[in-house]
């Protein structure tokens, strides 16, 4: 079994600050990792994915986040938020064995982002 | 233009009446998925279909039902709505086990 914490519901932070949404997961097995963003009244759209190599992944509109496998975390960071990035995002895993079928996803973070 | 469809995107219906929402990619992805998305519990996977004919339970798979009879359909049946299936319900697709998901719009439900 897998599951996902994300242990901020909400994070609010001024436009032009640096950000960090936090992510931890439990697994009996090696995982993928994945960060989704999801603006008001649309479906989700994928950030970044972690599936091996470089702990550190790049993804879309400028977000970062990084893998520590001991300590379990996927965290989620921006250096410098614009007010567009208000959004909520979430965390989701799936198990490398077998066809990775099964995406678990945590209860999301809601990112608002002050002028 | 790649993409996942649903329909309807909003439903209002009455406890026990059959309805199905339909789901359609366009991407011939082998992987499709239903979730639920409810405040504070985030997306829960219902059932997912890894190829044609075949289907398996997710999460929360009590009181949905699926079929995966063509490629690039996956319906999903609701036989006899209750109100706790008030929800907002994305479809998503994936080419294979380690690919992006995509997904739907999103249909919101209300059972009376």
């Known amino acids: 079994a897998q599951s996902v914490t994300q242990l901020d519901s909400q994070v609010p932070v001024f436009e032009e600050a640096p950000v960090e949404l936090r992510c931890n997961y439990s697994?009996?097995?090696?995982?993928?990792l994945f960060w989704y963003v999801q603006y008001p009244n649309q479906g989700l759209q994928l950030l970044l994915k972690?599936?091996?190599?470089?702990?550190l992944v790049k993804g879309i509109n400028g977000f970062e986040a990084e893998f520590n496998k001991s300590q379990t975390s996927f965290h989620l960071r921006k250096p410098s938020v614009h007010i567009s990035d208000t959004a909520e995002y979430f965390c989701?895993?799936?198990?490398?064995?077998?066809?990775?079928?099964?995406?678990?996803f945590g209860s999301g973070t809601q990112l608002t982002v002050l002028p | 233009e790649a993409q996942v469809t649903q329909n309807p995107r909003y439903l209002i219906t009455v406890t026990g009446k059959k309805l199905t929402v339909t789901c359609s990619q366009n991407m011939n992805h082998e992987y499709m998925s239903w979730y639920r998305q409810d405040p504070g519990l985030g997306l829960r996977q219902i059932y997912y279909?890894?190829?044609?004919?075949?289907?398996d339970k997710g999460d929360v798979p009590e009181g949905y039902k699926v079929s995966r009879k063509e490629k690039r359909n996956f319906p999903l049946i609701l036989e006899s709505p209750s109100p706790n299936q008030t929800s907002l319900y994305f479809c998503?697709?994936?080419?294979?086990?380690?690919?992006?998901?995509?997904f739907g719009p999103g249909t919101r439900l209300t059972v009376l």
């Open positions: 697994s009996s097995v090696s995982v993928y």
């Open positions: 279909s890894m190829n044609v004919e075949v289907t």
């Open positions: 989701a895993v799936t198990s490398i064995s077998g066809s990775a079928r099964q995406l678990t």
């Open positions: 972690y599936l091996s190599g470089s702990t």
């Open positions: 998503a697709s994936k080419i294979q086990a380690r690919g992006e998901q995509f």
